[in-house]
């Protein structure tokens, strides 16, 4: 999955100056990866942590998060929220409202049709352009919600 390379990205950060943030909220992340941290524990309860993210949808509402048994669908944009590769299938195109997104996670773009997702501030305002078969990581701290198209 798009986790499995969390700590050869752990650095990237560091080129860029003004990005603490994100660059501490990734050594968090790898950090967890090291130590083996649960999320819902107290080590992984800290600012930075994706373990309570949750997705509502006005098709759906709340919706599930997945295993990784289950791949992510052809058609859908799937958020991962952290390294036990847990996450969210998106598959209508509409706006998804994210809640307590407070770190790095990933996501996956399995559109068709050549259509790109957005990931958008509490403005509206795209933040991450997501184009198919495309993944990445992404610090969701800023993100407030998710247009599959």
């Known amino acids: 999955m798009i986790f499995q390379n969390a700590g050869k990205r752990a650095g990237a950060g560091r080129r860029a100056r003004g990005h603490a943030g994100k660059l501490a909220a990734t050594a968090a992340l790898a950090v967890g990866l090291v130590a083996g941290a649960v999320p819902g524990t107290a080590s992984a309860s800290a600012t930075g942590d994706n373990s309570r993210a949750r997705v ?47 770190g790095v996670g990933s996501w996956y773009s399995r559109q068709t049709g050549g259509a790109w997702g957005q990931i958008q501030n509490s403005a509206h305002k795209p933040i991450k352009w997501m184009g198919p078969e495309q993944n990445g990581y992404f610090d969701f701290s800023p993100a407030y919600f998710v247009v599959p198209c």
């Open 56 to 102: 509502w949808g006005p098709v759906e509402g709340w919706l599930p998060d997945y295993s990784p048994d289950i791949p992510c669908p052809v058609g859908a944009i799937c958020l991962y929220k952290d390294e036990t590769y847990r996450y969210f299938v998106l598959p209508h195109c509409t706006t998804y409202k994210l809640y307590d997104w407070n």
